[in-house]
């Protein structure tokens, strides 16, 4: 049976000042459900990318569509009420509000939705393993806690599309194996994920690499991958 086209982008292009072009006529469909990895080096392209799906950026040429909703017809206040809404973002810098204790970082994202929701918002705390973390600032977690915080931040809205831009590039290993169980259990889960990440190990925990090089779709690998029963 074939799957439910979740974000369609059809021949999008990015030009900047003085004609540099970080993207050229990408064309690319991700199913409902499905973890697609970005790869490439610095520079090819696939931040912005991930950008544009996640309407903090728009095109200029080309069409992207998300859950049937054109994007790029969207007004700027359009745009970032359908982002609060459908989309979860998570960061290698994890832009925590250094004042605020975990729960109420985690609250912030309902604050911008309108639906503060303390009993929710703890128990997206305690889904990330970090329940006994909820009064602690910032500066009193490790970079893999601060990392946690920010995916439940990102799950506190249910988004339909948890998009990542390596997210575990300032952890060390045991904080990126214990991020890593989170996106495995997010994915098993039916969530649909967008990974930029350097690491191929990484990349292969998804269902299909998407490699980008000088602003152009390269390749593209499907993966095989287990069940996520």
Same mark, same amino acid.
């Given at each position: ?47 912005? @990318? ?72 703890? $128990? ?9 973390? @909820? ?27 948890? @998009?990542?831009? $390596?997210?575990? *590039? ?19 889960? *039916? ?31 499907? @993966? ?6």
């Amino acid at each position: 049976m074939d799957q439910e086209i979740l974000v369609e982008v059809m021949d999008v292009t990015k030009s900047y000042n003085r004609g540099v072009r970080a993207l050229e006529h990408i064309n690319l469909s991700i199913a409902r459900g499905e973890w697609v990895s970005f790869m490439g080096p610095s520079g090819s392209g696939k931040t912005t @990318l991930l950008n544009i799906i996640g309407c903090l950026d728009k095109p200029t040429s080309g069409l992207v569509k998300v859950d049937g909703t054109e994007i790029g017809k969207l007004s700027g206040r359009e745009l970032t009420r359908f982002r609060r809404e459908k989309v979860g973002l998570i960061f290698q810098q994890f832009h925590l509000v250094p004042y605020l204790n975990v729960l109420e970082n985690v609250m912030l994202a309902q604050y911008f939705h309108s639906m503060a929701d303390e009993t929710s918002a703890r $128990e997206a705390v305690e889904r990330v393993g970090m329940g006994g973390r @909820l009064h602690h600032l910032p500066s009193q977690l490790s970079g893999g806690e601060q990392q946690r915080v920010c995916i439940a931040r990102a799950l506190i809205n249910e988004p339909m599309i948890v @998009l990542a831009d $390596e997210p575990t *590039g300032n952890l060390d290993k045991e904080n990126e194996d214990l991020v890593m169980e989170l996106f495995r259990s997010l994915h098993r889960e *039916g969530h649909t994920l967008v990974v930029v990440t350097h690491d191929d190990e990484i990349a292969r925990m998804g269902q299909r690499i998407v490699r980008l090089s000088h602003g152009r779709m390269v390749t593209q690998e499907d @993966l095989v991958c287990a069940p996520r029963s």
